[in-house]
């Protein structure tokens, strides 16, 4: 006899006490999802009990039964969505959450069981947490896009079945327009859901891992990083404008005619290339005085106007 054959009775002998002592603890998935298909099932006479006593006493013990014995859809139902890449135990616990909000809902007055009235709920937790969790940037957010999301994998690898010769990798335009009409959505919807899902998440200002070369590690943040509109860089751009207009002015006005036009030769007429400024000997000739006093008084010119600058910063 198998160990599940011998866990079933102890389950049924268990459950009128505690239910929730067959589950063992967190962390063993394998132990869980055993212990979960060996939950005694319910009867409908069960299931409409427990649901009226939820419903009109509010007894937490009857929707601990109800929820117990449908644990094992869950299970079922998030096995479907491995596919996606998330954990197994993650799907199957925003499934059970799914199933707690149906039971909670329930109403046996309406004649319907309680594993397809909860099957809805159950898809719809694992639908949200898949589109939130599949990519750092949601995927699908109307309706026609959670449709195209959860329908268009499965299509695309029917049709690709039906292709001769080597599979398309993106649908053709006859493949759009079949899709577009199966699942009732535009054909510029079906293209930009594939677009997304082919695509992959890219680091904004990724960083390289250890031992890797830094100019590797390239992003969307070095392409559009600008330095010019960093707001320290801007504030000391700002600056040096104003020290380039009005604190040179400032500057000059500190300084003697003979000196300021020494300077302004010297320093202040030149062109990019360096031509256009007047040299030593042009201007002590101009001055009758030696080149050697020229640069004296550009000297204690340019002295006098960082001091007359520091004062005015």
């Given amino acids: 006899?198998?160990?599940?054959?011998?866990?079933?009775?102890?389950?049924?002998?268990?459950?009128?006490?505690?239910p929730w002592a067959l589950l063992p603890p967190l962390g063993n998935l394998d132990a869980y999802i055993s212990a979960v298909n060996a939950m005694p099932m319910l009867t409908l006479e069960e299931e409409q009990r427990?649901?009226?006593?939820?419903?009109?006493?509010?007894?937490?013990?009857?929707?601990?039964?109800?929820?117990?014995?449908?644990?094992?859809?869950?299970?079922?139902?998030?096995?479907?969505?491995?596919?996606?890449?998330?954990?197994?135990?993650?799907?199957?616990?925003?499934?059970?959450?799914?199933?707690?909000?149906?039971?909670?809902?329930?109403?046996?007055?309406?004649?319907?069981?309680?594993?397809?009235?909860?099957?809805?709920?159950?898809?719809?937790?694992?639908?949200e947490y898949i589109l939130k969790n599949w990519r750092m940037v949601k995927v699908a957010t109307t309706k026609a896009q959670r449709k195209l999301f959860f329908n268009l994998r499965s299509l695309k690898n029917s049709l690709r079945a039906q292709e001769e010769g080597t599979p398309r990798e993106t649908l053709s335009s006859e493949q759009v327009l079949d899709v577009a009409a199966r699942l009732s959505v535009k054909p510029e919807e079906v293209r930009e859901m594939e677009e997304r899902m082919a695509g992959a998440d890219v680091l904004f200002d990724p960083t390289p891992a250890d031992g890797a070369d830094e100019d590797k590690a390239f992003g969307p943040g070095d392409w559009l990083h600008n330095d010019a509109d960093e707001p320290s860089a801007m504030l000391e751009e700002a600056e040096r404008q104003r020290l380039?207009?009005?604190?040179?002015?400032?500057?000059?006005?500190?300084?003697?005619?003979?000196?300021?036009?020494?300077?302004?030769q010297r320093w202040l007429n030149v062109n990019d290339d360096g031509s256009g400024g007047m040299t030593l000997q042009e201007l002590a000739?101009?001055?009758?005085?030696?080149?050697?006093?020229?640069?004296?008084?550009?000297?204690?010119?340019?002295?006098?106007?960082?001091?007359?600058?520091?004062?005015?910063?």
């Fill in 1 to 18: 006899m198998t160990s599940t054959a011998l866990a079933a009775p102890r389950a049924a002998a268990l459950a009128p006490a505690n």
């Fill in 50 to 127: 427990y649901a009226r006593e939820l419903r009109e006493e509010g007894s937490l013990e009857a929707a601990s039964r109800l929820v117990l014995s449908h644990l094992r859809l869950v299970v079922a139902t998030a096995r479907q969505y491995l596919g996606y890449g998330l954990p197994h135990a993650d799907l199957i616990q925003e499934g059970n959450v799914g199933l707690m909000k149906a039971v909670r809902r329930f109403d046996p007055a309406q004649g319907v069981r309680l594993v397809s009235y909860a099957l809805h709920w159950i898809r719809a937790e694992i639908h």
């Fill in 244 to 264: 380039a207009t009005q604190g040179l002015a400032h500057a000059l006005d500190a300084l003697d005619e003979r000196s300021r036009r020494i300077v302004t």
């Fill in 285 to 313: 000739s101009e001055y009758g005085v030696s080149a050697e006093r020229i640069r004296q008084i550009e000297a204690a010119a340019i002295k006098k106007m960082r001091a007359a600058l520091a004062d005015y910063a």
